[in-house]
């Protein structure tokens, strides 16, 4: 069993085998509404193909705002059916942060087990993978979970693309890079976007990723401490070697299964965006 620390000392269990965890869609990006394969999505220059779907020179149609509807999730129906699936709840959650801090890898690791990294892998607009999971807890009992992945660009021009992300996103997952200084500095700009535009009960975890760099330029203490001021969750990962990465996962995933049956918490299926109830 692992043990995931929480801001509050909280501690979270989770298996180490993978269960029945299972890959349930591929990955999709976003740019300005135009769905494509996840291929498309990355790229060494962002603005050279914002350029390319736009004349205004910031990139207009790849940082217009996107609506998360239900009917525009429908455009993917053949990887998102969710007839006959077992499992009774889909939950939406957001990987946002720096530019270059590995959220497109931490994504990748978690749904396809393969690491895909390097100085010229920007995301393009936004990216969506999902999952299903086995979750549990003391007051919640046993059950499955289908945890949608939207992986946004952290560069400016998708700035007004990457909002409406927010306000249907239950787990918002904030990451920065212990080897990366300034994305440690620039994470009290991210908490604050991210509390503006979400709602009360999204919850929020600042992930230290990149543990396997050589050299870290911020202590596991001072991420501790930043989520304690903050009153968010925090964990470290590696997504090259895979270290804490079902785990970040499984953490989203089980605060929100817990929060549902807590009469504390109290996440209500019915009024919050975010989570749809399958049976």
Known sequence: MHRVHTAEDEMIYTEDSNGDEEVSSGRWCDFGGLLSKASLCVSDTVNRLCAGHSKAGRGEACSREVSLTESSSNV?????????????????????????VGKSSLMSKFVENTFVGGPHTTTIGVEFASKIQNVRSGNGGEGKVKQHIWDTSGHESFASLTESYYTTAVVVYVVFSVADRSSFLSLANWIARTKKLTQKETIIVVVGNKIDAEHRSVSQKEGQNFAREHA???????????????????????????????????IDPKTTKGIKALR
């Open 232 to 266: 968010v969750h925090y964990i470290e990962t590696s997504a090259k070697s895979g270290v804490g990465v079902r785990e970040l996962f499984q953490l989203g995933a089980t605060v929100v299964w817990r929060g549902i049956y807590d009469e504390a918490i109290r």
């Open 76 to 100: 993917r129906s053949q990887h998102n059916r969710d007839d006959d699936i077992p499992y009774a709840y889909r939950i939406n959650s957001l990987l946002v942060g720096k530019t270059g």
